[in-house]
């Protein structure tokens, strides 16, 4: 018998026809999807409220930081990494570099939303595969594009898509490496692993929710074995590598604004206690609007039929599941349990789990279907499937197609923005908004403001003990008259302040609706206005030399006097005025206090440490330079640097915060016999 080889054209059309079976499901399932997308936010006319347009405002720094967006360029990592003080900066980079390419606009800017979605498809697709087979990835891959909870984060634009997907390929990594040898263990397994897991959390750092109990079980059952100590550290080293300079830079301010996102908003909204029923039942009620009934009918009769069947034959389902199943749950309950347990909650934060329960709901009409097969043949049970799938593709239709904004007109602040833009030729302003609604924010303001080269900045700052600053010093302000959403008394008492001051006028007024209007309010070009911040702030500056008192002052003032003007342009007033000072007078106490708060407001420790070093020799027998230096340093993570310039100061063992400050530093560098000290 002759046996021929196969030709190169027969090999190539037979990879050609595997590939298009293992891709063209995922590929056809994104295009409809995107295109589903796109047709309903070409539908829907609604501005994008407080946090889309933060997350919006974030892409545009970010873009213009990379110079990738008109009116930015590149000034280096650290300027960069100033952009994200609060959120950690991954999202906004891709955000930005999609802006390039699609627009500003929030709607051409959605574009990075398809992105993040098809990156979701492609991991669910390839974990559901080495959980199953094809067909559970199938299923997972439809129910995915069609559940109502998703669907949403799509056209939504806030960060819970991105971590979504990169959330849910972390989880899948990190199992695909805790796996036994042959199918885990391979060094490619730990660095894509420890890769996405740092993704995550410089997406967002509520992604520890999800990934810190897996990443402890990973851990665990992994440090037994030599080679994979190995990829422990060599992954461990890449994560802390790609988090660190971010962490590095804004440690201060992320604590800060997760204790405000999550105490303080929990407070504020609400939210149930921690530990009660409400609590433990928060996410599960939701379950079912996020996912569809009928997903979730057909699962639970699926994994019922099985345990049935179990039961009466006892003995193994017909279904062959790999291991992999007990991970999976685990993730699913301890994701559960972890976010449960944050004081704040809102619907988008258990986004991360909903992949994790589709893979489940998978499962469960794989093995309906596999049932009704046996019984009713293939031909029969497939339309079961079908029909439920369009059943949920139609009740979350209907309910987006519902959830559509139209309006008659243009809204009032778009009208607003563009009409200031063009008065003061684009110039870099600080526009005043006092209402606080959805469609009328200072957020929402700053995003039409920017958006193609835009230079407006839009602040509020409605607190009663600022009332009289802002009618010192604002320039532009917005107003409204009728119901204007938050802080409802606040708003009224200082719209009113404004329309009775002499020193503000009308410019001009938009129709909003059900009968009120927004207003655009000018100072007048005759109007009294208070001291200029820039001589406040050398005055403020100078007070720091009295220690806490005046530190405290000085933090009561920057942060009103910062909304005012949201450019900051008074640093820049003050700088040139300390160094042409400095030029004459080099030891001018109030021009180096003067240098030395501007570079602790920028973040920048190094600029910081020289003006408080020379602060020092100018002042020697003043504690406090020395106190803010070694606080300087100890926050830069320089605790051995710190703890040099406290103890070398000749009252470090008299003045109380500056010896504290020496023992932490001293403590923080690895001296714990000074540990007592700092009980004391």
């Not at 301010?253 to 609400?270: D, F, K």
């Not at 600053?469 to 802080?487: C, M, P, R």
């Not at 708003?491 to 001009?508: P, W």
């Not at 009294?528 to 911040?533: L, S, V």
Request: contains cysteine; hydrophobic residues 50%.
């Amino acid at each position: 018998m002759i046996h021929s080889k196969p030709q190169p054209l027969q090999t190539s059309q037979h990879w050609l026809i595997r590939c298009s079976w293992r891709w063209l499901p995922l590929l056809l399932v994104w295009l409809l999807a995107t295109v589903a997308d796109r047709a309903w936010l070409a539908a829907d006319q609604a501005i994008p409220a407080w946090d889309q347009a933060d997350y919006l405002n974030s892409a545009v720094d970010h873009g213009r930081a990379l110079g990738l967006l008109p009116g930015g360029e590149w000034r280096g990592w650290r300027e960069l990494l100033l952009l994200s003080p609060k959120i950690p900066p991954l999202a906004s980079l891709v955000h930005g570099t999609v802006m390039a390419v699609a627009g500003e606009s929030p709607d051409q800017a959605s574009w990075a939303l398809a992105l993040w979605h098809g990156v979701l498809l492609l991991v669910l697709d390839g974990w559901a595969r080495q959980l199953h087979s094809p067909p559970l990835a199938l299923v997972a891959l439809l129910l995915a594009a069609i559940v109502p909870g998703l669907v949403f984060l799509r056209v939504n634009f806030t960060l819970d898509l991105p971590l979504t997907a990169v959330t849910t390929a972390a989880l899948g990594w990190l199992w695909r490496w805790q796996r036994p040898y042959p199918h885990g263990g391979h060094w490619v397994q730990a660095m894509l692993a420890a890769f996405c897991l740092a993704a995550a959390l410089l997406v967002k750092q509520s992604a520890l929710l999800y990934l810190a109990i897996p990443y402890l079980w990973a851990v665990v059952t992994g440090v037994g074995q030599r080679q994979r100590q190995q990829q422990l550290l060599a992954g461990t080293a890449l994560a802390l590598t790609l988090l660190l300079p971010w962490l590095h830079q804004n440690w201060i301010t992320t604590i800060g604004g997760t204790y405000r996102a999550v105490v303080v908003s929990a407070a504020n909204e609400g939210d149930p206690p921690v530990f009660s029923m409400a609590s433990l039942l928060y996410y599960p009620r939701l379950w079912w609007q996020q996912l569809g009934i009928l997903p979730w009918v057909g699962a639970v009769a699926g994994l019922m039929l099985t345990l049935w069947r179990n039961l009466l034959r006892r003995q193994p389902s017909r279904i062959a599941l790999p291991e992999g199943w007990g991970w999976l749950l685990g993730c699913t309950i301890s994701g559960w349990l972890l976010t449960t347990m944050s004081p704040n909650k809102d619907s988008r934060y258990i986004a991360p789990l909903l992949p994790l329960l589709i893979l489940w709901l998978s499962l469960g009409w794989v093995v309906l279907i596999s049932a009704l097969q046996t019984r009713l043949g293939w031909w029969r049970a497939f339309p079961v499937l079908t029909v439920a799938l369009a059943l949920t593709t139609g009740h979350t239709t209907m309910g987006r197609m519902a959830a559509v904004h139209r309006a008659e007109t243009e809204p009032p602040l778009i009208s607003l923005v563009r009409f200031l833009r063009q008065r003061t030729a684009n110039a870099p302003i600080t526009l005043l908004i006092v209402p606080g609604s959805a469609d009328l924010n200072d957020h929402t303001a700053t995003t039409y403001g920017r958006m193609n080269q835009g230079q407006l900045l839009a602040r509020s700052l409605r607190g009663p003990a600022h009332h009289h600053l802002v009618l010192e010093q604002a320039e532009w302000v917005a107003l409204a008259t009728g119901d204007q959403g938050h802080h409802r008394e606040q708003v009224r008492q200082l719209s009113h302040g404004i329309r009775k001051d002499g020193r503000f006028q009308r410019v001009r007024w938009w129709p909003w609706s059900q009968g009120r209007f927004v207003e655009l309010w000018q100072r007048r070009p005759d109007a009294t206005r208070g001291q200029p911040f820039a001589r406040q702030f050398v005055v403020l500056a100078q007070g720091l030399a009295a220690g806490p008192q005046g530190l405290a002052r000085f933090i009561e003032q920057i942060g009103p006097h910062h909304q005012l003007d949201g450019h900051f342009l008074y640093q820049q007033q003050v700088e040139a005025w300390a160094r042409q000072r400095l030029s004459q007078a080099p030891r001018a106490p109030d021009a180096l206090w003067s240098m030395a708060a501007l570079n602790i407001l920028r973040q920048d420790a190094g600029a910081a440490d020289h003006w408080l070093a020379q602060l020092e020799v100018v002042l020697p027998d003043n504690p406090w330079p020395t106190t803010y230096r070694a606080a300087v340093l100890l926050m830069d993570w320089k605790p051995w640097a710190a703890r040099r310039v406290a103890h070398a100061h000749p009252r470090a063992q008299d003045e109380p915060l500056l010896k504290a400050v020496g023992d932490l530093a001293a403590v923080m560098g690895g001296d714990l016999t000074r540990l007592p000290s700092l009980g004391a």
